[in-house]
């Protein structure tokens, strides 16, 4: 129950789904996902380490830079699954299609 709930509560928030839909599609550092949801540095970090945690999101040190991506589900039946459907979910959504566009 306690890893289902950690992957509910990363879905929680409509900027973290957003980060999810733009890492299906490529690798990106904290300053582009700031960029393009407009938010604080700091808000990103926080929302990608949620992420992390809940084993949807992964991270690759590159020299100065840390890039992140979708997670292979490894860690968690219920991030597996999510991740396996998050290409189908959301794809005629409005803000999303602007995002990944």
């Not at 992957?7 to 890492?23: C, E, Y």
């Not at 996902?33 to 040190?61: D, F, N, T, Y």
């Not at 999510?82 to 979910?89: M, P, Q």
Request: hydrophobic content about 45%.
């Amino acid at each position: 129950m306690k890893e289902f709930l950690k992957v509910a509560k990363a879905l929680s928030d409509h900027n973290r789904v957003k980060i999810l839909k733009m890492l299906q599609h490529k690798r990106l550092c904290v300053c582009e996902i700031r960029a393009l949801l407009q938010i604080a540095q700091p808000s990103v970090s926080k929302h990608l380490k949620i992420l992390e945690k809940a084993g949807l999101v992964s991270s690759e040190k590159d020299g100065l830079w840390v890039n992140y991506h979708l997670a292979d589900g490894s860690s968690s039946p219920y991030a597996a699954s999510l991740l396996g459907n998050l290409r189908h979910w959301l794809s005629d959504d409005p803000e999303i299609t602007q995002l990944i566009a």
